[in-house]
Nanobody, 122 residues
Framework: VQLQASGGGLVQPGGSLRLACAAS????????IGWFRQGPGNAREGVSC????????YYDELVKGRFTVSRDNVSNTAYLQMNNLKPEDTAVYYC????????????????WGKGTQVTVSS
């Protein structure tokens, strides 16, 4: 499975972005989806996770109430809606997929997409 994250950009504090993670070469059905981010000088950290059957959802405390993860198995795409963005959300965001839903938010995942830059600045 190949993953490609998109939708990043420059946004002012308080603004919103919607990231998309498109899969090709296979179906996302059966995979848990994870969103991760890595800021300058920081380790990659798990932001949000969504299991294959939507039965398990995880949000990091720093984004809870502001970010919403979703998936569309028909279009083979996962999403991360990010609202009320803050400067500290600035990072490269990655999507990942793993057969084992218990791994997320650990950054040990089966498949990774290339990241998309999110910059929150006035």
């Amino acid at each position: 499975v190949q993953l490609q994250a998109s939708g990043g950009g420059l946004v002012q504090p308080g603004g919103s972005l919607r990231l998309a993670c498109a899969a090709s070469g296979g179906t996302l059905d059966g995979y848990a989806i994870g969103w991760f981010r890595q800021g300058p000088g920081n380790a990659r950290e798990g932001v949000s996770c969504l299991s294959s059957g939507n039965g398990r959802i995880y949000y990091d405390e720093l984004v809870k109430g502001r970010f919403t993860v979703s998936r569309d198995n028909v279009s083979n795409t996962a999403y991360l809606q990010m609202n009320n963005l803050k400067p500290e959300d600035t990072a490269v965001y990655y999507c990942a997929a793993d057969r084992d839903p218990r791994r997320c938010p650990s950054p040990i995942q089966d498949y990774w997409g290339k990241g998309t830059q999110v910059t929150v600045s006035s």
